[in-house]
């Protein structure tokens, strides 16, 4: 399976943004789409977006209009950028293929906190 590591998280206030970083260990993006998914304390991991190798892009109904998915080919990296972030955007954020492989493999993710 394609590695992914992913970096950017941090703490920001009630309306800050972040941008994180995916990159892959192989050039994928001819054949594979990337997704990020978050997983907060206590809760299942969940899809938050994903970039199709065709180029389409899904986002989940809780951060349409605030998060842009995005992929640089060159750097084999996809970017989420996160905007108007709340409080319920904290979490830990994954980022790997679409279709998402079974069985899934994680890495380490990034940690997003939102607070004031």
């Known amino acids: 399976q394609v590695q992914f590591v992913e970096s950017g998280g941090g703490s920001v206030q009630p309306g800050g943004s972040l941008r994180l970083s995916c990159v892959a260990s192989t050039d994928i993006f001819m054949n594979y789409g990337v997704s990020w998914y978050r997983q907060a304390p206590g809760k299942q991991r969940e899809l938050v977006a994903y970039?199709?190798?065709?180029?389409?892009?899904y986002y989940n109904d809780f951060v349409k209009g605030r998060f842009t998915i995005s992929r640089d080919i060159t750097k084999k990296t996809v970017y989420l950028q996160m905007n108007s972030l709340e409080p319920d955007d904290t979490a830990v954020y994954y980022c790997?293929?679409?279709?998402?492989?079974?069985?899934?493999?994680w890495g380490q993710g990034t940690q997003v906190t939102v607070s004031i």
């Open positions: 790997n293929e679409f279709p998402l492989p079974i069985p899934p493999s």
């Open positions: 970039i199709a190798s065709s180029h389409n892009m």
